[in-house]
């Protein structure tokens, strides 16, 4: 089907450009000229001079030979002018197919303009597709005029030469263009998969904390190995293709060689001369050889990558990874969840570092947050605020201490059942999947909820008015056309739906606005349970009970009255916040 599209168009490229191909045409021409004589002077340097005891006249013969490589390098220089001023314009137009093709689809969709694929196509595909079709013609070219010339000297030597060396020959060509189209296909196939696999794990990376505190490592790992292992079949069929490419080698390069020397007695009998079967290896092993073994490796490798960039280049819609969406049925009617007591949550002389040589982050840090207390947690970027986050989430397990969540240690919590049901983490990239909005919504509700109560969740987190403009519950989510603000209500809504009596937010209101992020966590302030807020305003931080300060070696925790009294890491952050507000 790539094919076909891309022939007309190929067509079309070639008509223009008629003069270009009649020069390359000449200069080609000198080439098979310089075939012709270098096998054939070989010969008749052999048969009418050196064999015949005419020195003079096998030295004169081979000093044809030697003529005929000046000619084929004068050739060789006036292929590679023509060749740039067919290939350059093949390159000028694909960076305007891909410029006018981006400028279309920012207008035609502002949410996917900042597309990092067209850096890609402007630079690197373009390239590819300049240097293989530059490689492909020069290739095919050299291949088709001194194959000419080759079976010209051939039937110029003793037409049953051709007997010999021209079945295989043609054996092993037809059999490697039988190959081209499945290489092609397998070609492709490999490299979607490498773009699905790739898609996967940014989509992975994107949300990994979201998929390793919701519990859902092992679905997200079943459809990543369901991945991988279609790209190694993809490439275990090419590499079976590709071995099949190689016997097309060896049946038309080597295997006119082999018939030559077995079929020499019956040569000789039927009157070839010794020059004539020497002037035919020459053909052979350094014309006929070279050239086939250029042509099938440039179409083989060059010439399927060629295909697909192309294919790639050419006008259609690009294709966009999708995210697997989590299994279940979340349409189902269900009772709003239940939420168990508000946890006590403990840290008790806490020490934490990324690997054993590396400095704590932090250290002996003791802090009690009691049943339904709001706590938010400041300090400067780095110190260990979304490290906290992590070890209450029972993310990450402390070197020291220890972290305890309803009395029990938390990271042995997260890997029982549905830690979901306990606590929820959202970090300050929210993750959202391709799917509806309602099955966004219900990521974390392992039981459902109804549509009043999905209604009522995000009415109190503000995002009523998104939720209108996207057309509803069940309008489709595509995560690229959101905002990162967008996304970051929808993670909020989903984390207020959840029955966990634990929600920790990291960070997660950074891309509101003050008022869109002051009603948020008011909603959560009054949701049951209880709240840890690692805070980026002010405002943010007043709205706790009290407040967390980290300062690498110490920990401050207080009223925000206290702390203007007792911190000055505090007061200084008070005083910066203040003044971006300014």
Same mark, same amino acid.
């Given at each position: 089907?790539?094919?076909?599209?891309?022939?007309?168009?190929?067509?079309?490229?070639?008509?223009?450009?008629?003069?270009?191909?009649?020069?390359?045409?000449?200069?080609?021409?000198?080439?098979?000229?310089?075939?012709?004589?270098?096998?054939?002077?070989?010969?008749?340097?052999?048969?009418?001079? @050196?064999?015949?005891?005419?020195?003079?006249?096998?030295?004169?013969?081979?000093?044809?030979?030697?003529?005929?490589?000046?000619?084929?390098?004068?050739?060789?220089?006036?292929?590679?002018?023509?060749?740039?001023?067919?290939?350059?314009?093949?390159?000028?137009?694909?960076?305007?197919?891909?410029?006018?093709?981006?400028?279309?689809?920012?207008?035609?969709?502002?949410?996917?303009?900042?597309?990092?694929?067209?850096?890609?196509?402007?630079?690197?595909?373009?390239?590819?597709?300049?240097?293989?079709?530059?490689?492909?013609?020069?290739?095919?070219?050299?291949?088709?005029?001194?194959?000419?010339?080759?079976?010209?000297?051939?039937?110029?030597?003793?037409?049953?030469?051709?007997?010999?060396?021209?079945?295989?020959?043609?054996?092993?060509?037809?059999? @490697?263009?039988?190959?081209?189209?499945?290489?092609?296909?397998?070609?492709?196939?490999?490299?979607?998969?490498?773009?699905?696999?790739?898609?996967?794990?940014?989509?992975?990376?994107?949300?990994?904390?979201?998929?390793?505190?919701?519990?859902?490592?092992?679905?997200?790992?079943?459809?990543?190995?369901?991945?991988?292992?279609?790209?190694?079949?993809?490439?275990?069929?090419?590499?079976?293709?590709?071995?099949?490419?190689?016997?097309?080698?060896?049946?038309?390069?080597?295997?006119?060689?082999?018939?030559?020397?077995?079929?020499?007695?019956?040569?000789?009998?039927?009157?070839?001369?010794?020059?004539?079967?020497?002037?035919?290896?020459?053909?052979?092993?350094?014309?006929?050889?070279?050239?086939?073994?250029?042509?099938?490796?440039?179409?083989?490798?060059?010439?399927?990558?060629?295909?697909?960039?192309?294919?790639?280049?050419?006008?259609?819609?690009?294709?966009?990874?999708?995210?697997?969406?989590?299994?279940?049925?979340?349409?189902?009617?269900?009772?709003?969840?239940?939420?168990?007591?508000?946890?006590?949550?403990?840290?008790?002389?806490?020490?934490?570092?990324?690997?054993?040589?590396?400095?704590?982050?932090?250290?002996?840090?003791?802090?009690?947050?009691?049943?339904?207390?709001?706590?938010?947690?400041?300090?400067?970027?780095?110190?260990?605020?979304?490290?906290?986050?992590?070890?209450?989430?029972?993310?990450?397990?402390?070197?020291?201490?220890?972290?305890?969540?309803?009395?029990?240690?938390?990271?042995?919590?997260?890997?029982?059942?549905?830690?979901?049901?306990?606590?929820?983490?959202?970090?300050?990239?929210?993750?959202?999947?391709?799917?509806?909005?309602?099955?966004?919504?219900?990521?974390?509700?392992?039981?459902?909820?109804?549509?009043?109560?999905?209604?009522?969740?995000?009415?109190?987190?503000?995002?009523?008015?998104?939720?209108?403009?996207?057309?509803?519950?069940?309008?489709?989510?595509?995560?690229?056309?959101?905002?990162?603000?967008?996304?970051?209500?929808?993670?909020?809504?989903?984390?207020?739906?959840?029955?966990?009596?634990?929600?920790?937010?990291?960070?997660?209101?950074?891309?509101?606005?003050?008022?869109?992020?002051?009603?948020?966590?008011?909603?959560?302030?009054?949701?049951?349970?209880?709240?840890?807020?690692?805070?980026?305003?002010?405002?943010?931080?007043?709205?706790?009970?009290?407040?967390?300060?980290?300062?690498?070696?110490?920990?401050?925790?207080?009223?925000?009255?206290?702390?203007?009294?007792?911190?000055?890491?505090?007061?200084?952050?008070?005083?910066?916040?203040?003044?971006?507000?300014?």
């Amino acid at each position: 089907m790539t094919g076909s599209r891309l022939l007309p168009q190929a067509v079309r490229f070639l008509g223009r450009r008629k003069r270009v191909l009649l020069k390359l045409s000449g200069w080609s021409l000198l080439e098979s000229a310089h075939t012709f004589l270098g096998g054939y002077a070989v010969a008749m340097a052999l048969d009418r001079g @050196f064999l015949t005891g005419r020195t003079g006249t096998g030295l004169a013969w081979l000093a044809v030979a030697a003529l005929a490589i000046v000619i084929g390098g004068l050739a060789t220089g006036g292929v590679f002018r023509g060749l740039a001023n067919l290939v350059e314009p093949l390159r000028d137009g694909l960076v305007r197919r891909v410029v006018t093709r981006s400028l279309d689809q920012a207008l035609a969709e502002p949410a996917h303009a900042a597309n990092s694929a067209v850096v890609s196509r402007l630079t690197n595909q373009t390239e590819i597709a300049r240097d293989s079709f530059a490689g492909l013609v020069l290739v095919a070219r050299s291949f088709v005029f001194t194959s000419v010339g080759a079976l010209f000297g051939l039937a110029a030597l003793a037409p049953a030469l051709l007997v010999v060396v021209a079945p295989p020959l043609l054996t092993g060509l037809l059999l @490697f263009l039988a190959t081209l189209a499945p290489m092609a296909a397998r070609q492709r196939d490999f490299l979607c998969a490498d773009e699905a696999l790739s898609a996967q794990f940014g989509s992975m990376a994107q949300g990994l904390r979201d998929v390793v505190a919701c519990g859902a490592g092992a679905p997200i790992a079943a459809q990543t190995h369901a991945l991988i292992e279609q790209e190694a079949k993809s490439a275990r069929s090419l590499a079976r293709w590709a071995s099949a490419r190689s016997l097309a080698l060896g049946i038309a390069g080597h295997l006119p060689v082999v018939l030559l020397l077995v079929a020499a007695p019956w040569l000789l009998r039927q009157g070839v001369t010794a020059g004539a079967l020497l002037g035919a290896l020459t053909y052979l092993t350094q014309a006929l050889l070279p050239a086939l073994h250029n042509l099938m490796n440039a179409l083989g490798a060059a010439g399927t990558r060629l295909l697909v960039v192309l294919s790639r280049l050419s006008p259609g819609p690009d294709p966009r990874p999708t995210v697997p969406v989590p299994a279940g049925n979340p349409e189902r009617p269900a009772p709003a969840p239940g939420r168990p007591g508000a946890p006590r949550v403990e840290l008790r002389a806490v020490t934490f570092a990324y690997g054993p040589a590396a400095q704590p982050v932090l250290r002996g840090l003791n802090l009690t947050i009691e049943p339904g207390e709001h706590l938010a947690v400041v300090g400067p970027s780095g110190i260990g605020k979304s490290t906290l986050t992590c070890l209450l989430a029972g993310l990450l397990e402390p070197d020291k201490g220890e972290v305890r969540l309803h009395d029990r240690p938390a990271h042995t919590q997260a890997g029982r059942g549905d830690p979901s049901r306990l606590r929820v983490l959202i970090p300050q990239q929210a993750y959202v999947f391709t799917g509806s909005l309602y099955e966004n919504l219900l990521y974390l509700c392992p039981d459902g909820a109804s549509r009043s109560t999905v209604d009522a969740s995000s009415e109190a987190v503000g995002l009523g008015p998104l939720v209108r403009r996207l057309g509803g519950f069940d309008a489709h989510v595509d995560p690229a056309a959101l905002s990162q603000g967008e996304r970051q209500l929808i993670a909020l809504g989903r984390a207020h739906l959840s029955p966990a009596p634990l929600v920790i937010l990291d960070e997660a209101t950074c891309h509101l606005d003050p008022a869109a992020e002051s009603r948020a966590e008011r909603a959560f302030a009054l949701r049951p349970g209880t709240l840890i807020v690692v805070a980026h305003r002010i405002s943010s931080a007043r709205r706790a009970d009290r407040i967390l300060v980290l300062d690498g070696l110490n920990a401050t925790c207080g009223s925000h009255q206290e702390l203007l009294d007792n911190s000055s890491l505090y007061r200084d952050l008070v005083g910066r916040w203040h003044a971006e507000r300014i």
